[in-house]
């Protein structure tokens, strides 16, 4: 996102957001937590033995009945990527694995598949994108 649209939502909607480096080589850590923090094509950009930093960063941003939503390409779809998607992601998931990294932190994980703009709960070899809603 960048730093003028973080502003807009900020100052003109009133709500809460920020603009963060990438990679993200610290945790992220903010004075209050958030009641939702969104991630989408972020995660896949890590490599395998940071996932578990990764999400417990995602974690300890939220309040205490926050939720994340997180967003990643299925690894099933790889074969039909472009070369800056085979260059730039580390890890790719399959369903089972997004959903298993994920609840070694969050206490709930709703996965959904989404192929050409439809979002499901059927066919996650067949998805393209897989999007996680994540409770503590």
């Not at 973080?6 to 992220?28: D, G, M, R, W």
């Not at 990294?101 to 897989?130: G, H, R, Y």
Request: glycine share 2%; aromatic share 16%; proline share 6%.
């Amino acid at each position: 996102i960048s730093e003028d649209a973080v502003a807009y939502i900020n100052e003109k909607l009133n709500l809460k957001a920020i603009c963060s480096p990438f990679p993200i080589s610290e945790p992220l850590s903010f004075p209050t937590p958030f009641n939702t923090v969104t991630m989408w094509y972020v995660i896949e950009h890590f490599k395998k033995k940071k996932l578990g930093t990764v999400v417990d960063s995602y974690y300890n941003l939220l309040n205490s009945d926050g939720f994340a939503i997180i967003g990643t390409p299925n690894i099933a779809s790889r074969p039909y990527a472009s070369q800056r998607r085979l260059d730039t992601h580390e890890f790719e998931f399959t369903r089972d694995e997004f959903e298993k990294t994920l609840l070694k932190k969050f206490k709930n994980v709703f996965i959904f598949s989404m192929t050409d703009e439809v979002v499901s709960t059927s066919f996650p070899n067949m998805a393209w994108f897989f999007i996680a809603i994540c409770t503590k």
